[in-house]
T-cell receptor, first 115, second 112 residues
Framework: NAGVMQNPRHLVRRRGQEARLRCSPM?????VYWYRQLPEEGLKFMVY????????ESGMPKERFSAEFPKEGPSILRIQQVVRGDSAAYFC?????????????FGPGTRLTVT | DAKTTQPNSMESNEEEPVHLPCNHS???????IHWYRQLPSQGPEYVIH???SNVNNRMASLAIAEDRKSSTLILHRATLRDAAVYYC?????????????FGTGTRLQVTL
């Protein structure tokens, strides 16, 4: 059973470009979470999605960031008009169900560098 | 979510047991205790979780104090591959939030 997959693993974008990060959850998991880790900082929650629905986006920056998890295909985290401060590692996680009893499984991350 | 307190860093010798403590004096009755770790340049990895009773799995053991105000993650035989930042996280089963709130964790160094 393949784990959580993320691609690309490394992404370089110039300021002003768009970044698209993809996440395929573990087989059978319909709950997806995105986290961001800025350089030398801790992991911060961004957004929680179920199939076709955003459940909690309390950690998403108000502008330029969006996320989706369509009925078919991977979850996408989209960053428009990237700035240097967006340079970070972005991790996706998935779980079998939501809530405290259920563990989350993380992917290897996408390391975004904005030049 | 209730707050947890962990030492910033710990050291261990390889092949020896490691006890990683976590204090959570404001834990509520519906809070689950989760442990994750993050190896260098990798994504976080689930380790173990429990509610009231001690738990064992292939990676580690979780010992929960009787009053639940503290817990200890036990790695039975540390290896160099166990060098990581270990996070103790409380998750409220009564709440609707599903996110993990990471603190600063304990950085474990394992030496030969």
């Amino acid at each position: 059973n393949a784990g959580v997959m993320q691609n690309p693993r490394h992404l370089v974008r110039r300021r002003g470009q768009e970044a698209r990060l993809r996440c395929s959850p573990m087989k059978g998991h319909s709950h997806v979470y995105w986290y961001r880790q800025l350089p030398e900082e801790g992991l911060k929650f961004m957004v929680y999605l179920q199939k076709e629905n955003i459940i909690d986006e309390s950690g998403m920056p108000k502008e330029r960031f969006s996320a989706e998890f369509p009925k078919e295909g991977p979850s996408i985290l989209r960053i428009q008009q990237v700035v240097r401060g967006d340079s970070a590692a972005y991790f996706c996680a998935s779980s079998l169900d939501h809530g405290a009893p259920y563990e989350q499984y993380f992917g290897p991350g996408t390391r975004l560098t904005v030049t | 979510d209730a707050k947890t307190t962990q030492p910033n860093s710990m050291e261990s010798n390889e092949e020896e047991p490691v006890h990683l403590p976590c204090n959570h004096s404001t834990i509520s009755g519906t809070d689950y205790i989760h442990w994750y770790r993050q190896l260098p340049s990798q994504g976080p990895e689930y380790v173990i979780h429990g509610l009231t009773s001690n738990v064992n799995n292939r990676m580690a053991s979780l010992a929960i104090a009787e009053d639940r105000k503290s817990s200890t993650l036990i790695l039975h035989r540390a290896t160099l591959r166990d060098a990581a930042v270990y996070y103790c996280i409380l998750r409220d089963a009564a709440g609707t939030a599903s996110k993990l709130t990471f603190g600063t964790g304990t950085r474990l160094q394992v030496t030969l």
